[in-house]
Nanobody, 123 residues
Framework: DVQLVESGGGSAQAGGSLRLSCAPS????????MGWFRRSPGKNPSGVAF???????TYADSVKGRFTISKDSASNTVYLQMNSLKPDDTGMYYC??????????????????WGQGTQVTVS
């Protein structure tokens, strides 16, 4: 199986920046999709950004131009650089992995492994 550990969350003022990290361990699949989801109280996780095995990235419209997802080839760590933060960005951010290609999936139901989450609060 796969274990994912998120870090880097915290509080920031509007216009500020945070960088989230997702450190994987356990089994490494030959092909997998990594994604970041945001969950607000009482709601299902919503897709924020995704990166495929080939490096292709996809972003929610609400974060385009402000957030950047990337991964380190040596450690397989995935990052989410969040700039120009807005109060609407507030939520619990989860790192998730889907076995195989991203294939345009935005649904949390399609992802196989999840981290514990890291809180982001923007005011």
């Amino acid at each position: 199986d796969v274990q994912l550990v998120e870090s880097g969350g915290g509080s920031a003022q509007a216009g500020g920046s945070l960088r989230l990290s997702c450190a994987p361990s356990g089994y490494t699949y030959s092909s997998y999709c990594m994604g970041w989801f945001r969950r607000s109280p009482g709601k299902n996780p919503s897709g924020v950004a995704f990166v495929d095995s080939d490096g292709s990235t996809t972003y929610a419209d609400s974060v385009k131009g402000r957030f950047t997802i990337s991964k380190d080839s040596a450690s397989n760590t995935v990052y989410l650089q969040m700039n120009s933060l807005k109060p609407d960005d507030t939520g619990m951010y989860y790192c998730a992995q889907r076995i195989g290609a991203c294939a345009g999936s935005w649904s949390y139901r399609d992802y196989d492994y999840w981290g514990q989450g890291t809180q982001v609060t923007v005011s």
